[in-house]
């Protein structure tokens, strides 16, 4: 998939998200609501990094795919994840990979630790414990998806607006390369 280039298309990704976050944040109540405590942490954060991945690619917003953009796009890209802090996407898209997408994920889950805490203790009380544990499954995986939805669709948003405000008469374009420079 390639980087929505209009609202429309971008709208249409948006929505396309909200319905996998919605999907995997149901099966992590599911897995949740399994009364053997720990089992849903794996099962979350394997989970998570495939969603934050899936969501990527939708936007257009993998290495692979950052690196294809033009020249304006890609300075676009990274000068809204630069001044945002946008850290999962920034992370996602460094080429260099300083930090991998796991060890970004484990500052997600270790703000969420107080929830789990709360979650596994929870399974110890039979039936409202496995509900409830469900119930925080659901929010949390539905939060971190709909937080990282949020972030691809802003620096998404940014590329499109950029690209509408740019006047073609400041670009030349080199002959023997083809590249426009601004």
Same mark, same amino acid.
């Given at each position: 998939?390639?980087?929505?280039?209009?609202?429309?298309?971008?709208?249409?990704?948006?929505?396309?998200?909200?319905?996998?976050?919605?999907?995997?944040?149901?099966?992590?109540?599911?897995?949740?609501?399994? @009364?053997?405590?720990?089992?849903?942490?794996?099962?979350?954060? $394997?989970?998570?990094?495939?969603?934050?991945?899936?969501?990527?690619?939708?936007?257009?917003?993998?290495?692979?795919?950052?690196?294809?953009?033009?020249?304006? $796009?890609?300075?676009?890209?990274?000068?809204?994840?630069? *001044?945002?802090?946008?850290?999962?996407?920034?992370?996602?898209?460094?080429?260099?990979?300083?930090?991998?997408?796991?060890?970004?994920?484990?500052?997600?889950?270790?703000? *969420?630790?107080?929830?789990?805490?709360?979650?596994?203790?929870?399974?110890?009380? @039979?039936?409202?414990?496995?509900?409830?544990?469900?119930?925080?499954?659901? $929010?949390?995986?539905?939060?971190?998806?709909?937080?990282?939805?949020?972030?691809?669709?802003?620096?998404?948003?940014?590329?499109?607006?950029?690209?509408? *405000?740019?006047? @073609?008469?400041?670009?030349?374009?080199? @002959? $023997?390369?083809?590249?426009?420079?601004?």
């Amino acid at each position: 998939m390639v980087m929505p280039t209009n609202m429309i298309e971008l709208e249409r990704v948006k929505a396309e998200c909200v319905t996998l976050v919605n999907k995997r944040a149901a099966a992590s109540g599911l897995v949740s609501a399994v @009364p053997i405590p720990g089992i849903d942490i794996a099962a979350d954060v $394997s989970m998570l990094l495939e969603l934050m991945r899936k969501i990527n690619i939708r936007f257009g917003l993998t290495p692979e795919q950052v690196e294809e953009l033009d020249d304006f $796009s890609k300075q676009i890209v990274f000068g809204v994840i630069k *001044q945002s802090g946008k850290f999962a996407i920034q992370k996602g898209i460094e080429i260099l990979g300083e930090k991998t997408a796991k060890q970004a994920l484990a500052r997600m889950v270790t703000n *969420q630790i107080a929830k789990q805490a709360g979650k596994q203790l929870g399974k110890f009380i @039979p039936i409202i414990g496995q509900i409830a544990a469900a119930g925080i499954g659901f $929010s949390a995986m539905k939060m971190a998806g709909q937080n990282h939805i949020d972030e691809c669709y802003e620096i998404v948003k940014e590329v499109i607006e950029g690209k509408a *405000q740019r006047n @073609p008469e400041d670009e030349v374009v080199n @002959p $023997s390369t083809n590249d426009v420079a601004i």
